[in-house]
């Protein structure tokens, strides 16, 4: 029993006298994994409860808990209230939302609703006008696409008319006039008679677009997200429910700070909705 008891001791003591006790020493530890989480994403995707492939698998979301770390912000579009005017010249201005219309009738052609459903949706509903629109954009533009500072964003969506309308969805500059002179984001795109889904780059007015080869389907949902890596190329990477569709180097706007934005254009003398589940982003700082 006495032989036994010094083993166990001895073994403790070339233990503890492994262990680092200085700063760089802490860092040996980590890269000996003593610290399992160190330098990983930290996510939390589940092979039963996660959607198929995600952008956020890559993405700090554990740190983001850290507000010194990164910033998160999750919009569940089930708080968004509307408050409508008779004057379609005022703009809806809440809280944090900034909505912008554009019509020939009076305000009232336009709603946001948010019917019941699991987790809260936003119906937004344009008026029956060829050319009106709808802007949604949050009030403070709290994204810059900095080196060493990546972000990842994500909107899930549907929409009713998949040919006879124009969308902008993404980030950009804060603009009364997103679909027609917005000059500086990063966005998804589709115009009017076309489904086909564009990711556009935009800097200064100087735009790199692409198709992305797939298009919107109507009254289906679908997920679009952006991966900005942060590095000395600039990268912008596109993504389709999870699916990398493609990445930009050109057009960065990285001398603007961008807010959220949702921008929705009839092209027809019809009324179309747009239903949007959530909005996310996460930087880091």
Request: net charge negative.
């Amino acid at each position: 029993m006495n032989k036994l008891f010094s083993i166990s001791v001895l073994a403790l003591m070339v233990v503890f006298l492994s262990m680092p006790n200085d700063a760089s020493g802490d860092t040996k530890a980590k890269n000996r994994g003593m610290r399992p989480n160190y330098g990983k994403n930290m996510s939390f995707y589940d092979d039963i409860f996660s959607q198929g492939k995600t952008i956020w698998d890559t993405a700090p979301q554990l740190a983001a808990l850290d507000p010194s770390a990164a910033f998160s912000q999750l919009w569940e579009m089930f708080d968004i209230v509307y408050k409508a005017t008779d004057d379609p010249a005022v703009d809806q201005s809440l809280d944090f939302w900034i909505f912008t219309l554009t019509q020939t009738f009076v305000a009232s052609a336009h709603s946001i609703t948010l019917p019941d459903s699991l987790g809260g949706v936003a119906n937004i509903t344009t008026s029956d006008t060829d050319n009106d629109s709808v802007e949604l954009q949050w009030n403070t533009e709290t994204v810059a696409l900095n080196q060493n500072q990546p972000m990842w964003f994500e909107i899930r969506m549907q929409i009713s008319s998949i040919t006879q309308s124009d969308y902008i969805v993404g980030l950009c500059i804060t603009d009364t006039a997103i679909i027609d002179a917005v000059s500086d984001g990063i966005y998804f795109m589709t115009n009017d008679a076309d489904a086909n889904i564009d990711v556009v780059t935009e800097k200064n007015g100087s735009a790199t677009t692409t198709d992305t080869g797939t298009d919107f389907v109507a009254n289906t949902w679908i997920r679009l997200g952006m991966y900005f890596d942060g590095g000395s190329s600039d990268r912008v990477y596109f993504f389709i429910d999870g699916v990398q569709v493609g990445f930009h180097t050109a057009n960065i706007p990285d001398d603007e700070a961008l807010t959220v934005s949702v921008a929705i254009q009839n092209g027809e003398g019809a009324a179309m909705t747009t239903m949007i589940d959530y909005i996310k982003v996460v930087q880091v700082k």
